[in-house]
């Protein structure tokens, strides 16, 4: 179900109110929940919807997954850490995770960013390349 657009503005306005200095402040965040639950309002249900989505969005735009094969070394981690924190800010979470699947390398997301320098993706895009070329030929 598409969301009218008063409760998407609802929803923005709820969320830029519970932003301080561009970042999401928790405090604010529980506060504005609580306060709109408590208001009664119709549509409240759906204007909450659509604030808890611009939260976790919020969320993974500012986390790091990187995903590896093995653990990295930690001079590797300070090193991806530093390049990450570089470009995406200094307030960036890092996850990291285990993935016996890629093989080798690592493969960064952060929020829509993604980064695949890993031997999974690597076979994946080769395998692309060769049906494309098939596909040519026919």
Known sequence: MKASASVNRAAKRLFTACSRNGRLDEDRVRRAVRLTIDAK????????GRFERL??????????????ATALAPSLRAQL????????????????????GVIGGVRVAVGSDVYDATVKGALATLAGRIDAQRAEAL
């Open 41 to 48: 309002r119709r549509r409240r249900h759906a204007v909450l």
């Open 55 to 68: 939260v976790r969005l919020d969320r993974l735009r500012h986390t790091a997954t990187l995903t590896s």
């Open 81 to 100: 850490e530093a390049t990450l924190a570089g470009k995406y800010g200094p307030d960036l979470a890092f996850r990291y995770v285990r993935d016996p």
